[in-house]
């Protein structure tokens, strides 16, 4: 099988609040199949449990639909100190054509807990044990992006001397800007808050994007059987 998009985010300690990274636009490999183009992963505490999210499928429509030929995994690692060897904790899921879903809990070689059926309601579905909770189905995207204040940031890198709109950089041998001024600074910063070089209001360019969403629940006892601080990342895989 073959490795397609992950995600990192960097250990935290599950006292922690909430943790996350997000990965927009992708490969034209990923690109052709948005289901698994991993957007976004999120972890935070709720109480006893770790809830776990993993975002695909940019822009996702009310048909679109997990791939059944795909696993969507979870991967974790807990221990008792920063910089020791982890104890790993992999939570794989998989769709079957009628989107029922199966998720295994695997450590050590074994299954410590597992969960299987329509998981599309919002309230989700639950294992025996009660520990292991998922929802899997069509949700609002979370990411915020000003794509026209990055572009008008870009923009004003890349066209010195200065003219209306840009800014006079001293570029290097290499092209990079040198010497950027606290006003060159401030209008860069500006840019980025705002549209129109920072004389309009920033805009999600999200807006209106659906994901599809995988959400777990899972009993901190089994995630941390290495100790309380837990890294995760999220990965996609698919037969090539």
């Not at 992963?41 to 030929?69: E, Q, Y």
Request: hydrophobic content about 40%.
């Amino acid at each position: 099988m073959k490795l397609l998009p992950k995600l990192a985010v960097f250990g935290c300690a599950l006292a922690a609040s909430t943790a996350m990274a997000a990965d927009h636009a992708d490969s034209p490999t990923l690109a052709a199949d948005p289901t698994t183009d991993i957007t976004d992963l999120f972890t935070w505490n709720d109480g006893n449990n770790v809830v776990l999210i993993m975002d695909v499928n940019p822009a996702a429509t009310a048909t679109s639909k997990f791939s059944n030929a795909a696993l969507y995994t979870f991967h974790t690692s807990s221990t008792a100190k920063y910089g020791m060897a982890g104890t790993d904790t992999d939570i794989i899921c998989q769709f079957d054509a009628t989107q029922k879903i199966s998720c295994w809990v695997r450590s050590g070689g074994s299954t410590t807990d597992y969960v299987n059926g329509d998981a599309s309601a919002t309230a989700g579905i639950s294992s025996a044990s009660g520990k292991l909770k998922v929802f899997a189905g069509l949700r609002d995207d979370p990411f915020f992006f000003n794509l026209q204040g990055f572009k008008d940031a870009v923009a004003d890198v890349e066209t010195p001397p200065i003219t209306a709109g840009q800014l006079p950089f001293t570029l290097d041998a290499a092209g990079c800007p040198t010497n950027v001024s606290s006003g060159e600074s401030t209008q860069l910063v500006n840019d980025l808050k705002g549209t129109n070089h920072g004389l309009g209001a920033a805009a999600d360019s999200f807006a209106g994007n659906n994901v599809l969403a995988i959400v777990l629940s899972v009993d901190k006892s089994l995630l941390t059987t290495g100790g309380p601080i837990m890294s995760v990342w999220a990965s996609t895989n698919k037969a090539m």
